[in-house]
């Protein structure tokens, strides 16, 4: 593969090598969650859970980059350019991750919610690869998302009858099922207790991307080629 | 609510105080205890403990105004005593 500077990733080009667009999609899916829950760090609704909610994200941008690397390996190029020198219409994330939902408590939890039990369903399929490193990469992953699963579980168990918490659930759920491929979504409806739905595909962005990917490229734009 | 943490670094070892968190419920506080005190492996096991759940006691009982310091738990200094022991015999 040769070495470029930057990888140009026309929205819909299937690669030669197919896991190259998985691996994109599950970085930049990890990439713009841990981003958009990294919105939350300091403005939390209480102090512990301040420090717990930036830890999943933190944890999540520490996946992205080990997607990353295994789509650089085959890209030759590495998991910075991936990650910020893009074009946002290069990115593979479904449009779930994208959305900008702070100051809303109540929707931030039903995403993580939904976000979580639907990449345990992913992590699962990953764990039983075929290819040693991907397969081992999920196993890794999937210990930190155990963590994150549980604070996920523990907050829709509080917030369960809570309306506002409904209501998200509601709003979000076309948006969780967009993230998984078609044979995963009948274990999401079953998990979470719903009916399936149209749901909001990957492929499409929302109007939330640019602005995130604005603020999260301006540094290593405002100096192109710098070595930090 | 107020609960204090405790931490075994390793299996066998006493309990120590780590700290205190706020949460909502014994489950909150866990899953907050494992973040700040377990996730790295720094912790073999963890006690999560409601404030309200330990009694302080603020002014123990002292009775320490005989010279009985042999019965401290942390034993007591001999140099001193023995010193004087040999001045006495002439041996010093």
Redesign the interface.
């Known amino acids: 593969m040769q070495v470029a500077d930057t990888v140009h990733l026309p929205r819909g080009k299937a690669f030669v090598n197919p896991d190259v667009d998985l691996f994109l999609q599950l970085a930049d899916d990890e990439l713009m969650l841990g981003w958009r829950n990294s919105e939350w760090t300091g403005i939390a609704p209480f102090l512990e859970e301040d420090v717990a909610f930036s830890s999943i994200a933190q944890t999540e941008i520490g996946h992205a980059r080990a997607w990353y690397e295994l789509a650089a390996e085959e890209l030759g190029t590495d998991a910075d350019a991936l990650a910020f020198d893009r074009e946002p219409d290069e990115y593979r994330c479904s449009p779930f991750v994208e959305l900008r939902l702070v100051p809303d408590w109540a929707r931030t939890i039903a995403r993580h919610w939904l976000y979580e039990t639907a990449d345990a369903i992913r992590i699962a399929d990953l764990k039983a690869s075929d290819d040693p490193s991907v397969a081992g990469l999920a196993e890794k992953i999937d210990r930190e998302e155990t963590y994150h699963r549980m604070h996920a579980d523990m907050w829709a168990e509080r917030l369960r009858d809570e309306p506002r918490f409904l209501a998200a659930v509601d709003d979000l759920w076309p948006y969780s099922l967009g993230m998984l491929r078609d044979s995963q979504r009948e274990q999401l409806c079953e998990r979470v207790g719903r009916d399936p739905v149209d749901a909001i595909e990957r492929g499409e962005h929302t109007e939330d991307l640019r602005p995130l990917w604005e603020d999260m490229t301006m540094v290593r734009r405002s100096v192109p080629g710098a070595t930090w | 609510m107020i609960y204090e943490i405790f931490r075994q670094e390793r299996e066998g070892q006493p309990f120590q105080h780590g700290g205190s ?5 014994l ?2 506080a866990g ?2 205890a ?3 005190y377990g ?1 790295r492996d720094e912790s073999f096991a963890l006690w999560i403990v409601p404030r309200e759940a330990v009694e302080e006691i603020r002014e123990p009982y002292v009775a320490d105004v005989f010279d009985r310091d042999y019965r401290r738990v942390d034993g007591y200094s001999l140099k001193v005593k023995l010193k004087e022991a040999r001045e006495r015999a002439g041996t010093a």
């Open positions: 968190l706020e949460a909502p419920s489950a909150f899953a907050y494992r973040e700040f996730r």
